[in-house]
């Protein structure tokens, strides 16, 4: 029952460009959606995130959207850097009980010179 | 460094064997979690604790594995009886009372050969 779905295993974006990252999910219930860095050999790094009742948060660079009714987020980076070469995670949150997180399979993105 | 600690990094052992990590969480944080992560999959949810009482167990966490609280301050994650299937990053996270985010250490990088 994969709840969090990121169906791009790798995105290949060019330097200055925006690099935009997507994510689907199944469960109606999250609270808030977050994404999360990780470079190899590293634990997650937390990045930016959204509450189910926000369509839009902005942080310097990173942008998260989301659209419920199509059950979907993305992550816009702008303009990309090389140090934004790593895996990306989203995961959603039910802020009742656990509030554990639900994680995607994560999407590789890489920045070329 | 105030951040979430664990120790080791990283740790190589024999099938059949014990082991046991450590991890020191943000000091006023009293939900900690530990998660588990495999090559090209996203963390996977393993228990979590709220200050010293364990309140959430996934199925993942078959009877070889236990984890523990004492006092509310550092947790402790043994495996007994190691298979080379328990191989993975084993991630520790806290988040505090009213906060959304978890962040995590560095993880503990397990080989069981």
């Known amino acids: 029952d994969q709840q969090v779905k990121q169906n791009s295993p790798s995105l290949s974006v060019q330097e200055g460009r925006i690099s935009i990252l997507n994510c689907d999910y199944t469960?109606?219930?999250?609270?808030?959606f977050l994404w999360y860095k990780k470079y190899p050999a590293e634990g997650p790094t937390f990045l930016i995130s959204?509450?189910?009742?926000?369509d839009k948060n902005e942080d310097g660079r990173f942008t998260v959207f989301l659209n419920k009714s199509a059950k979907h987020l993305s992550l816009h980076i702008v303009p990309s850097q090389p140090g934004d070469s790593a895996v990306y995670f989203c995961?959603?949150?039910?802020?009742?009980?656990?509030?554990?997180?639900?994680f995607g399979q994560g999407t590789r993105l890489t920045i070329n010179p | 460094d105030t951040g979430v600690s664990q120790d080791p990094r990283h740790k190589i052992t024999k099938r059949g064997q014990n082991v046991t990590f450590r991890c020191d969480p943000i000091?006023?944080?009293?939900?900690l979690y530990w998660y588990r992560q495999t090559l090209g999959q996203g963390p996977e949810f393993l228990t979590y604790?709220?200050?010293?009482?364990?309140?959430?167990k996934s199925r993942l966490l078959s009877d070889r594995f236990s984890a523990e609280r004492p006092k509310g301050s550092f947790s402790t994650l043994e495996i007994q009886r190691t298979e080379q299937g328990d191989s993975a990053m084993y991630l520790c996270?806290?988040?505090?009372?009213?906060?959304?985010?978890?962040?995590f250490g560095q993880g503990t990088r397990l080989t069981v050969v």
């Open positions: 996270a806290s988040s505090a009372p009213q906060g959304a985010e978890a962040f």
């Open positions: 469960n109606s219930m999250f609270d808030y």
């Open positions: 959204i509450s189910s009742i926000k």
């Open positions: 995961a959603g949150l039910i802020i009742q009980g656990a509030q554990k997180l639900v």
């Open positions: 000091s006023e944080h009293n939900r």
């Open positions: 604790f709220q200050n010293e009482a364990q309140l959430e």
